[in-house]
């Protein structure tokens, strides 16, 4: 099996030389997946830009989409990377296990988020038409449910890309369920 590496600052090009530098100013650090990405003259940018776009979908509402859809796609990368982030925007230890499962009975609106996502997920985009339904029920408008799948779409890149990778683990592991 061939190894990927995790590329360092020196192994990049310029281009990505400056993003590794601003990653670094941001996080203090550059993800592991991140580097990886600069294998790819224009994948690490491209990336950055469309995870950063602007959304309707910020803070918990980004991070529950996020956690649904790696824990579908079972990527331990972005289940730990986003168990730390999900802390950061409020969520609980208790909340972000609840999340990860599809659910979030904590918040009606979320949990209507929550099992939209899984259902789009596993069903690779086709959602069961009541969970939809049940969303704008909840109060997402449709402008939420666009912003959603593109963040679906954000992280099935990286979903995919570790697992296929393999590149290791550069946050605390997430629990298992």
């Known amino acids: 099996m061939t190894t990927i590496n995790v590329p360092s600052r020196d192994q990049v090009s310029p281009a990505n030389q400056a993003l590794f530098d601003n990653l670094k100013k941001g996080l203090g650090k550059v993800p592991n997946l991140y580097a990886t990405l600069a294998h790819s003259e224009h994948a690490l940018g491209n990336y950055l830009a469309f995870q950063n776009a602007k959304s ?9 989409v996020n956690l649904v859809v790696s824990q579908v796609n079972n990527c331990e990368y972005c289940l730990a990377a986003h168990t730390v982030i999900g ?23 979320l949990d209507a988020l929550a099992k ?8 690779r985009g086709h959602a069961d038409t009541s969970l939809v339904q049940a969303f704008f029920d ?32 550069d946050f605390p592991a997430a629990p298992k369920i």
């Open 56 to 64: 309707s979908m910020t803070g918990k509402a980004r991070e529950v």
């Open 87 to 109: 802390g950061m925007v409020g969520f609980t230890p208790e909340q972000i296990l609840e999340i990860r499962r599809g659910g979030a009975s904590f918040d009606v609106k």
């Open 138 to 169: 909840a109060g997402w408008t449709k402008e939420n449910l666009v912003d959603a799948i593109v963040i679906i779409g954000d992280k099935t890149v990286t979903n995919y890309l570790h697992g296929t990778t393999k590149v290791p683990v």
């Open 116 to 123: 939209l996502v899984k259902s789009m997920a596993v069903e």
